[in-house]
Each structure stands twice: as C-alpha cells, then as structure tokens.
Antibody, heavy 120, light 107 residues
Framework: EVQLVQSGAEVKHPGESLKISCEAS????????IGWIRQMPGKGLEWMGI????????KYSPSFQGRVAISVDKSISTAYLQWSSLKASDTAMYYC?????????????WGQGTLVTVSS | DIKMTQSPSSLSASVGDRVTITCRAS??????LAWYQQKPGEAPERLIY???RLQSGVPSRFSGSGSGTEFTLTISSLQPEDFATYYC?????????FGQGTKLEIK
C-alpha cells in the first residue's frame, strides 16, 4: 500500500527557516517523481515543483523558484520542502504527492498535509 | 506557462442530477490532464487521469473526456458524498498547473 506521511504542523515567526518532510512507503521511492502542492487558507491548489529521487532532477514552478528548495534522502525514502526565510504569506497547507508517469507525471497518491503558520 | 480555466467556479445541484465541469487549457496539453476531488479538511484524491481513465476504486458515475484544450468531468448521478471541490491539473509541460476549482454544493 502506497503511503505518504508528512511531518506535523508548524508555527513559525517571519524570517525563520523551516524544513518539512514527507516519508514514503509501499513503492520504489527512487523511481517515481514526488512533489509539493500549496493550498493557502480558503484557496485553491498550486503546484510548486517536483523531484526525481533517482538523480535529484528537480523542476520548480516559476512562482516558487528561489523561494523554496525541494530535496530528498533516498536512504530513508523521504522528500523535503525547505524555506530559508519564511514570510507571513507562506502560511498554508502543504501537500506532498507522488507523481505517476514517465514523460508527464501526474500526482496520484497524496500525503495528509502539513499546516504551516507564519505569524509574528 | 499553460493556464487552466475551470467553469463554473461554483455549482448547485441536487442528488441524482447529472453535472458537467469544464476545464480549458491556454495551449494544447494532449491528454496529460487529471481531475481531483477535495472534501473540506482532507487531501485531494485523484478521480481521472490521462483525461479519461478512471482511477482504481473510483465509482463509475465519474467520467472524463477531452483532449488538447478542452476537457470535461461528468458525474452521471450525484450522490451525497460527491459534494466537494473539483480541480483539473495539467502536467503536459512544466510547470504543471491546476484550474481554480469548482465547488459543488447541494441545492
């Protein structure tokens, strides 16, 4: 059974750094793209980017390029989403999702979400 | 970047109704499109992929069609558990992009 288990909710101050995680199980982690999707309070879904754990090839949406970093640790089948300096506008629910497909991977299985709150 | 436009943004319908949601792409995306259902407080779930293929375990009242720039999600007979928000997503080229969502409410 494919499972993606995300780290718990975070409350941070503006300017702080943060790294949230997504632990995968039930499939070959290295051979599927895995990515992150943002949902701001009361708003729609926004695709942020994906990474291929096999070679760490990473694709970012221009809206998020330079603001976040996506990484993986293959040894523990875990993907990460990281910020170096949070802003209040980063307050959102963040979902990780396995992406299925070779040339045009689409999300199939999703994590439960990690709520990030940034407030002074 | 390719933009996805869903219509309508919201929809009121009754149990048993047939409903259709449309998603238009600003450029052709072949059939590299999926539909997702999201209920309040839950993660999205995939209903349809490759424009028309039903995800395993999803009821057959859900169907998808289209290719290129115009796609539809149809629910043939609404059930109480179908009242949710629906999103299309293309991944034909990076960045992938979601439609803005369609909130399906009980009339």
């Amino acid at each position: 059974e494919v499972q993606l288990v995300q780290s718990g909710a975070e409350v941070k101050h503006p300017g702080e750094s943060l790294k949230i995680s997504c632990e995968a199980s039930g499939y070959s982690f290295a051979t599927y793209w895995i990515g992150w999707i943002r949902q701001m309070p009361g708003k729609g879904l926004e695709w942020m980017g994906i990474i291929y754990p096999g070679d760490s090839d990473t694709k970012y949406s221009p809206s998020f390029q330079g603001r976040v970093a996506i990484s993986v640790d293959k040894s523990i089948s875990t993907a990460y989403l990281q910020w170096s300096s949070l802003k209040a506008s980063d307050t959102a629910m963040y979902y990780c999702a396995r992406h299925e497909g070779v040339s045009t991977p689409l999300p199939d299985f999703w994590g439960q979400g990690t709520l990030v709150t940034v407030s002074s | 970047d390719i933009k996805m436009t869903q219509s309508p943004s919201s929809l009121s319908a009754s149990v048993g109704d047939r409903v259709t949601i449309t998603c238009r792409a600003s450029q052709g995306v072949r059939i590299d499109l999926a539909w997702y259902q999201q209920k309040p407080g839950e993660a999205p779930e995939r209903l349809i992929y490759s424009a028309s293929r039903l995800q395993s375990g999803v009821p057959s009242r859900f169907s998808g069609s289209g290719s290129g720039t115009e796609f539809t999600l149809t629910i043939s007979s609404l059930q109480p558990e179908d009242f949710a928000t629906y999103y299309c997503l293309h991944c034909s080229a990076y960045p992938c992009a979601f439609g803005q969502g369609t909130k399906l409410e009980i009339k």
